[in-house]
C-alpha cells in the first residue's frame, strides 16, 4: 500500500517570505501524479500544484512550485512571498495508474505571520 | 457554475440512529469519493465509484453504505454500526478514476453524533 508522510505537523513563516514543505512518499509504482491540497479555516479542499512522476522538470503555479525528488520519493512545496491568505492545512496526496483513491499524508499546519 | 454540493453542512444526530450525507455534481464526473477527516489529521477514503450502480471500498468502509443510482449522486449512509461517527465528511468527484484526474471536493459536511 502506498503512504505519504508529513514529517512536519506545524510550520509558520512571516509574510513575504519563502517556506518550504516536506513530503515523502512510498511506492513501488513507477508511473503517479502527487498533488498539494490546500485547507484553509473554511475546510474548502483547494488543489494548489500537481506533478506527473515521469516528468522531470519540476511544476510551478504563481508563488507555488514543487522540488520533486523522483529517486528519493519526496515532493516537497515552496511557497515564495508568503501572504496572510496562505495561512492553512497543506496535504500532499499520491494516485498511481494502478489504484484508483488518492492516498493524503497526515498534514502540515501552516500559519503566516504579519 | 459547476461545483459539488454537500448538505447539511452540520448534522446531528443521537448514537444508534442511521444518518445520510448528501452529495450532488454537476461537474459530469465519472468518479466520486467520500473521505473522512477526523481533527487535526489527514483525510481516508470512505468509498468511491468509478461509474453509475458501482462502488468499492476504501481504507475505513466498515459502518458506512453508499449508494450510486445516478451519475450527479453519491450519498453516504453513517449507520448504527460505526463505532465513531462524530467526524468531518468531504465528497470530492473527479472527471475518472484515472491517475491523472484532480479530485474536486464539496465543503464538506460536519457530523456530531451524542
Known amino acids: 500500500a502506498q503512504t505519504v508522510t508529513q514529517s512536519q505537523p506545524e510550520m509558520s513563516v512571516q509574510e513575504a517570505e519563502t517556506v518550504t514543505l516536506s513530503c515523502t512518499y512510498d511506492?513501488?509504482?513507477?508511473?503517479?501524479?502527487l498533488f498539494w491540497y490546500k485547507q484553509p479555516p473554511s475546510r474548502q479542499m483547494i488543489l494548489v500544484i500537481r506533478q506527473e512522476a515521469y516528468k522531470q522538470q519540476n511544476a510551478t503555479e504563481n508563488r507555488f512550485s514543487v522540488n520533486f525528488q523522483k529517486a528519493a520519493k519526496s515532493f516537497s512545496l515552496k511557497i515564495s512571498d508568503s501572504q496572510l491568505g496562505d495561512t492553512a492545512m497543506y496535504f500532499c496526496a499520491f494516485k498511481d495508474n494502478a489504484g484508483n483513491m488518492l492516498t493524503f499524508g497526515g498534514g502540515t499546519r501552516l500559519m503566516v505571520k504579519p | 457554475d459547476g461545483g459539488i454540493t454537500q448538505s447539511p453542512k452540520y448534522l446531528f444526530r443521537k448514537e444508534g440512529q442511521n444518518v445520510t450525507l448528501s452529495c450532488e455534481q454537476n461537474l459530469n464526473h465519472d468518479a466520486m469519493y467520500w473521505y473522512r477527516q477526523d481533527p487535526g489529521q489527514g483525510l481516508r477514503l470512505i468509498y468511491y465509484?468509478?461509474?453509475?450502480?458501482?462502488?468499492q471500498k476504501g481504507d475505513i468502509a466498515e459502518g458506512y453504505s453508499v449508494s450510486r443510482e445516478k451519475k450527479e449522486s453519491f450519498p453516504l449512509t453513517v449507520t448504527s454500526a460505526q463505532k465513531n461517527p462524530t467526524a468531518f465528511y468531504l465528497c470530492a468527484s473527479s472527471i475518472s478514476s484515472s491517475y491523472n484526474s484532480p479530485l474536486h471536493f464539496g465543503n464538506g459536511t460536519r457530523l456530531t453524533v451524542t
Open positions: 465509484s468509478q461509474i453509475v450502480n458501482d462502488f
Open positions: 511506492t513501488s509504482e513507477s508511473n503517479y501524479y
